[in-house]
């Protein structure tokens, strides 16, 4: 008799489906009320057997939907002033700046639990160091200012509250005040995190600081102690993963404890509860990492059904694994390492059995060698879309690297857990230590020196809907799917997704005008794109959202405007040097080198133009023209000019006349020369950053514009700004990024968060 399994071979893959796309409906919606309904009508539905199956599935996204609304919509406390208690559960970071941050679990605030962990930061004054008891494990009190993480406020940007969320942090604390270390019953939690701090200070004792920090790295979790460069070097070859505890890692545990309990011959049973043993044991260790405790349910699920003699529902073993990890943990689906761990296991379990069979060597060792590399193919095909989406770059190197260094590390991770062993041993934990630091350098050489050469990685555009289904076409024509077409014409199939995967390497076609000003706190950074010209004016502080913006975009820059060499306005620079983003044209204006500018500004302007980047300057009457318009020079004039003062008083001032609407873009312009640019347009942006020393009444009424656009994080301003006129306003602190679409004589102004 056959199984209920062998007749709905499917029915786990579609619950799997289903339970994600309900999910994805869950973090979008705006209540649960519908979904609850959903699901108390599908189970109805299933008494009625005609509809059963229907109504399972429907049963499952109504219950995706619901986990996923409850997920993504946690019950937040007030923002405000709180006196906060918890336990430090993550390495302490402490930046150049001063700024020190962490995670706290166990919190409580003003005395009241909350049911998730905080995210918290707080400066060291000038003179101050980090407090010795401020470490992984130990409890703290402070009294700190409670806020809601924001989330993604422009297109293409870091969303921080769902990368939060992702990590069991629903709030953030902000500040220090009364810093004190009291004694707290014990958790089990927070005794692991100690000793996964205590475990990382004696690698890199015994190992020394440099090779210690990778094996606390790749034991342990904590990249904290990584140099910037050095990650870097790994990201560019597409081995990044190496560093990070995730599926590989956890396979080295499995296979080091295969090693060492196959001596002892214990039924298959035993044996797999011990492995769950250690790799439960693992999670904890390393603070219940999501990639870990994925790897691990994976495996013992995977062991599970070979124990049944279940070795051909592997697909069914993947789907089983991922359900159960989005049950427990919703916000899990949209992260990277999510993404890409199913996405390599799909391609392992599906592609690399059909590239085996594609050749046989009659050489065991050659044999070996073939199956590794297939499954290096497999993964790396499995996680392309995911790559694509995330990084929007494609390792050149990566499926060479991951050949070559695979074997390298998995040797490498053996002789770490050797030193963590030994670790109360002396002698022999410097022995084998000296050893795991010798090869760590050797690897360390190798790989800073083929990160060191040009053209390592492939810059793409962000995976879109064709990618994906481009990868989709791939997988079926190279797994032998779709049966009726492919038993002839599957390599054709397997041609046309490859191709449509590699639209990536175009750059969107942009046909409209946009002008979009990005949320970038206080500081200006916008980009006016016209029938594919694409013109950049100002970067922000870090420039990383107009990199990131461009970069997913697979654009280049034709023109960037620098109006003035403040931090807030051309710091970006450094981030669109650093992504090689190409700059054409770079305008200042003139006198804007003799103005008095913030520290490093003239260095950067100096690589940019040894990047190749041609540097003009603009005075009152410059014109830049556009294919639809043209971008008017009101201020600096070159007459009045005066060198060596405030980079603000030379700002410039742009009129942008696109498509029979006007823009004034005032940058920083200060209330003295205001009236130079006192000229009629439609949309004002407002001068630096809503100061009441700029935009006053005999302005705003010489310009008379339908709109204002803000610029600013700072909600006082905001008021302020809303407090002297009536006019309608879009403040990028509210709104996240305003984009105004440019039309004949016309525009639209949209906003990326609410509250249009």
């Not at 100690?194 to 034991?219: C, F, I, K, T």
């Not at 990618?467 to 038993?487: D, H, K, N, Q, S």
Request: glycine share 10%.
């Amino acid at each position: 008799m056959r199984s209920q399994t062998s007749r709905q071979p499917w029915l786990l893959p579609l619950l799997a489906l289903c339970l994600t796309a309900g999910m994805l409906i869950g973090r979008v919606a705006a209540t649960w009320v519908y979904a609850a309904g959903a699901a108390v009508g599908c189970a109805l539905g299933m008494l009625y057997r005609p509809v059963r199956r229907p109504c399972l599935l429907l049963l499952t996204i109504s219950f995706g939907a619901l986990l996923g609304w409850n997920a993504w919509h946690p019950v937040l406390p007030e923002e405000g002033d709180v006196v906060v208690t918890g336990r430090v559960i993550q390495e302490i970071s402490l930046r150049e700046d001063g700024q020190v941050q962490t995670v706290l679990s166990g919190v409580t605030l003003d005395g009241e639990a909350i049911s998730g962990d905080a995210y918290w930061t707080y400066y060291l004054a000038e003179g101050e160091v980090l407090p010795e008891a401020l470490r992984p494990g130990n409890s703290v009190t402070f009294a700190a200012r409670l806020y809601h993480p924001s989330r993604e406020d422009n297109p293409g940007g870091f969303d921080f509250r769902e990368y939060l969320l992702q990590r069991g942090v629903i709030i953030g604390l902000y500040g220090a005040q009364e810093l004190s270390f009291p004694e707290e019953s014990w958790t089990l939690l927070g005794w692991m995190a100690g000793l996964r701090h205590d475990l990382s200070q004696r690698l890199m004792a015994v190992m020394g600081q440099e090779h210690g920090s990778y094996a606390a790295a790749m034991l342990l979790g904590e990249r904290g102690f990584l140099p910037d460069e050095d990650i870097a070097a790994f990201q560019r070859l597409g081995i990044a993963h190496i560093l990070s505890v995730s599926g590989y890692h956890v396979g080295v545990l499995a296979a080091i404890c295969l090693l060492a309990l196959r001596p002892l011959h214990w039924p298959r049973g035993l044996r797999m509860l011990a492995e769950g043993a250690v790799l439960g044991l693992y999670c904890l260790l390393v603070g219940g990492s999501a990639p870990v405790v994925r790897a691990a349910v994976l495996f013992l699920l995977w062991e599970a059904a070979r124990l049944r003699h279940r070795q051909g529902l592997a697909l069914h073993t993947l789907c089983l694994s991922a359900m159960v990890q989005l049950i427990l943990s919703p916000t899990l689906l949209t992260s990277a390492s999510f993404q890409l761990t199913y996405g390599a296991m799909l391609g392992l379990l599906l592609l690399r059995p059909r590239l085996v069979a594609l050749h046989a060597c009659a050489n065991p060792f050659r044999q070996r060698l073939w199956e590794s590399l297939c499954a290096c193919v497999a993964a790396q095909i499995g996680i392309l879309p995911a790559q694509l989406y995330w990084f929007g770059e494609l390792p050149l190197l990566s499926l060479m690297a991951n050949c070559l260094l695979m074997g390298v590390t998995g040797g490498l991770m053996g002789l770490y857990w050797l030193t963590l062993f030994l670790l109360p041993i002396p002698g022999l934990r410097e022995l084998v230590g000296g050893a795991a630091a010798w090869v760590t350098q050797g690897l360390l050489t190798a790989i800073r020196w083929l990160g060191s050469f040009e053209g390592t990685t492939l810059w793409t555009r962000q995976a879109d809907v064709v990618t994906v289904l481009g990868w989709m076409l791939l997988m079926a024509g190279l797994a032998g799917f779709l049966p009726r077409c492919i038993r002839t014409r599957r390599w054709r199939v397997a041609l046309l997704g490859a191709l449509l995967t590699l639209t990536i390497l175009l750059p969107l076609p942009s046909t409209g005008t946009t002008y979009t000003q990005f949320s970038v706190g206080n500081a200006d950074a916008a980009i006016l794109e016209d029938e594919g010209m694409v013109v950049v004016i100002d970067t922000g502080e870090d420039g990383q959202t107009i990199a990131n913006y461009l970069h997913h975009r697979r654009s280049v820059v034709d023109v960037l405007v620098l109006t003035h060499l403040h931090s807030d306005h051309a710091g970006g620079v450094r981030a669109l040097l650093d992504e090689g983003i190409p700059v054409e044209v770079c305008y200042l204006p003139t006198g804007a080198e003799d103005a008095l500018v913030d520290e490093g500004m003239l260095p950067l302007l100096a690589e940019l133009a040894a990047a190749g980047t041609q540097i003009r300057t603009l005075s009152r009457g410059d014109v830049i023209t556009l294919p639809s318009g043209s971008l008017m020079t009101l201020w600096p004039d070159a007459v009045l000019n005066r060198p060596g003062g405030d980079a603000n008083d030379s700002c410039l001032v742009l009129l942008a006349e696109v498509k029979g609407t006007t823009l004034l873009l005032t940058g920083d312009m200060t209330g003295t020369y205001e009236k130079y640019a006192a000229i009629r347009a439609d949309i004002l942006k407002v001068a630096h950053h809503g100061s009441g020393s700029s935009t006053g009444a005999d302005f705003l009424s010489a310009v008379s514009p339908q709109a204002l656009l803000l610029s600013t994080g700072d909600a006082e301003r905001t008021a302020s700004l809303a407090a002297r006129t009536r006019l309608p306003m879009y403040s990028t602190e509210q709104r996240g990024a305003v984009i105004i679409r440019l039309e004949e004589d016309s525009f639209i102004i949209n906003t990326y968060l609410a509250g249009e």
